[in-house]
């Protein structure tokens, strides 16, 4: 997915961009970047974070540099924030999303008269790159993020630092949160709100969809309005986000928490013979509260992750690798595991390895049984919007490989048509698919999160969320 960044301010903002930048790292684990405005300069740094934390990359960097604006970013793809130099001046860019048209774009632009791109190909060309050559053809800048935004099949939200001040807009359909703080200096933007708290900032505006923003140490001043229409990711509350980050009024931590609850109503937890209720770490451990504290379960954490080097997920492309250090960062605890049953609730089942070999581990190590609870429905489209997992191919999905199975067909030939059968819970087809998957990841049992209990747990109105991932609705 990717986070950013913002400061702008009346006193040197280098460690609130650091801090603030760091605080988006469980966003991407690919590159991250700052840039600073110092003196008519612009003073970029940008290094792989896929093997170290952001802050071991860039802590020497922060301590050289200087500046009173500057923007950061986490990504799970391209290298930025670029500065770029064009017939609107020098500028520093940043972005967060998706673009699916890129190869339309490009024949767009150099049919038109742009000379060239650092990508090697159409389809792997930099989304701020290109971006950043849209807004080239528009004659001010404000005209180029419209222009930009309204041209992308996607979405994208982005941060450009010019020497006067920030600009900051919201993707169109507000898939993507936007947040700006405020202390006695100036002004931060953020893509997650709970980045700057530390930091001394208030949070004072979230954008909404579309939105344009300039925003420099003393004022913001809205360049565009807000759109009517959004669709935020609903998987913000259920993965994607962090625990104390509000998105649209509804904090993550306590949404986890309803979603937990509610499953465990659709359960009648009460008469389950069960020892424990456990979530896997982390992203599964606010569901799992939340189903035991409604249920009467007692909580218990069967596996710890081993926090000193595994704060969080570097996770190699190579499927064995994955699935080691998946293993390597979670140590089990004997003595709550061996002989007890459980409940095990994770946010989403995606491929399927990773949870399966969290559940044949537990039972290596002395598990009776693993009851698995996801807190969101199964998993039917990859996401077009935000990278929100790294799957990028519908077949490697566990539901359309089942689906696949079932048809006797390959999960390329499947059509919508036929997914749309299986994604829908009151279909025998759907319980079917359900039982084999439980079977191949040897599960006890299974049980998916029905899609209106998600998006009532979630407590945004439900047709501002986009649901695309579970049932192909944009």
């Known amino acids: 997915m990717g986070g950013m960044f913002g400061a702008v301010?009346?006193?040197?903002?280098?460690?609130?961009?650091?801090?603030?930048?760091?605080?988006?790292?469980?966003?991407?684990?690919?590159?991250?970047?700052?840039?600073?405005?110092?003196?008519?300069?612009?003073?970029?740094?940008?290094?792989?974070?896929?093997?170290?934390?952001?802050?071991?990359?860039?802590?020497?960097?922060?301590?050289?540099?200087?500046?009173r604006m500057g923007i950061g970013s986490?990504?799970?793809g391209e290298p930025q924030p670029l500065t770029v130099y064009n017939k609107h001046g020098v500028y520093a860019i940043s972005t967060v999303g998706r673009i699916n048209n890129k190869a339309v774009l490009v024949d767009m632009l150099l049919n038109s008269g742009k000379q060239q791109f650092l990508g090697s190909d159409k389809d792997n060309m930099n989304n701020t790159e290109l971006f950043s050559a849209l807004i080239s053809t528009q004659d001010d800048i404000l005209a180029g993020i419209e222009f930009a935004q309204n041209s992308i099949d996607g979405s994208m939200s982005v941060l450009?630092?010019?020497?006067?001040?920030?600009?900051?807009?919201?993707?169109?359909?507000?898939?993507?949160?936007?947040?700006?703080?405020?202390?006695?200096?100036?002004?931060?933007?953020a893509s997650e709100s709970f980045s700057f708290i530390?930091?001394?900032?208030?949070?004072?505006?979230?954008?909404?969809?579309?939105?344009?923003?300039?925003?420099?140490?003393?004022?913001?001043?809205?360049?565009?309005?807000?759109?009517?229409?959004?669709?935020i990711c609903s998987f913000l509350w259920t993965y994607f986000g962090y625990t104390t980050s509000c998105y649209e009024g509804e904090n993550v931590e306590k949404t986890r928490y309803r979603n937990g609850a509610s499953l465990a109503?659709?359960?009648?937890?009460?008469?389950?013979?069960?020892?424990?209720?456990?979530?896997?770490?982390?992203?599964?451990?606010?569901?799992?509260?939340?189903?035991?504290?409604?249920?009467?379960?007692?909580?218990?954490?069967?596996l710890i992750k081993y926090t000193p080097t595994w704060p969080r997920s570097f996770m190699p492309q190579n499927q064995k690798a994955r699935e080691l250090i998946a293993k390597m960062k979670l140590i089990p605890?004997?003595?709550?595991?061996?002989?007890?049953?459980?409940?095990?609730?994770?946010?989403?089942?995606?491929?399927?390895?990773?949870?399966?070999?969290?559940v044949e581990y537990l039972h290596d190590n002395g598990?009776?049984?693993?009851?698995?609870?996801?807190?969101?429905?199964?998993?039917?489209?990859?996401?077009?919007?935000?990278?929100?997992?790294?799957?990028?191919?519908p077949a490697e999905l566990i539901t359309r490989r089942v689906i696949a199975e079932m048809e006797n067909i390959s999960p390329d030939e499947l059509t919508e048509e036929t997914v749309k059968i299986y994604a829908n819970p009151e279909n025998e087809?759907?319980?079917?698919?359900?039982?084999?998957?439980?079977?191949?990841?040897?599960?006890?049992?299974?049980?998916?999160?029905?899609?209106?209990s998600t998006l009532e747990a979630i407590g945004v109105d439900k047709c501002k969320l986009c649901t695309y991932c579970w049932n192909g609705k944009e």
């Not at 007890?340 to 990773?354: A, E, N």
């Not at 087809?429 to 209106?452: A, G, P, T």
Request: charged share 30%; with cysteine; net charge neutral.
């Open 367 to 393: 598990a009776e049984e693993i009851h698995v609870r996801s807190a969101c429905p199964p998993i039917m489209y990859a996401c077009k919007y935000l990278n929100f997992s790294r799957t990028v191919n």
């Open 160 to 189: 450009i630092m010019t020497e006067r001040g920030i600009y900051a807009a919201r993707d169109k359909m507000g898939r993507t949160p936007l947040i700006i703080g405020k202390d006695s200096d100036g002004h931060c933007i």
């Open 333 to 358: 605890v004997f003595e709550i595991i061996n002989g007890k049953k459980f409940v095990l609730i994770d946010d989403s089942i995606v491929r399927g390895t990773q949870l399966s070999g969290t």
């Open 429 to 452: 087809e759907y319980r079917k698919m359900v039982e084999i998957i439980r079977k191949k990841l040897k599960f006890n049992s299974l049980k998916y999160q029905n899609l209106d």
């Open 74 to 76: 986490i990504s799970d």
């Open 265 to 302: 109503f659709a359960d009648d937890a009460d008469n389950m013979d069960m020892d424990y209720v456990a979530g896997v770490p982390d992203s599964g451990t606010a569901h799992a509260l939340g189903y035991a504290n409604a249920s009467g379960i007692p909580y218990s954490r069967p």
């Open 9 to 67: 301010s009346k006193r040197d903002c280098v460690m609130d961009l650091f801090f603030g930048t760091d605080y988006h790292s469980h966003l991407g684990t690919k590159r991250g970047g700052m840039c600073l405005y110092n003196q008519g300069k612009f003073d970029r740094t940008i290094h792989n974070i896929e093997n170290s934390p952001f802050r071991t990359k860039f802590e020497k960097d922060a301590a050289d540099m200087q500046g």
């Open 198 to 231: 530390n930091l001394g900032y208030s949070r004072i505006k979230e954008l909404g969809p579309g939105e344009v923003a300039f925003v420099n140490e003393d004022e913001i001043q809205v360049l565009k309005e807000a759109g009517k229409e959004m669709r």
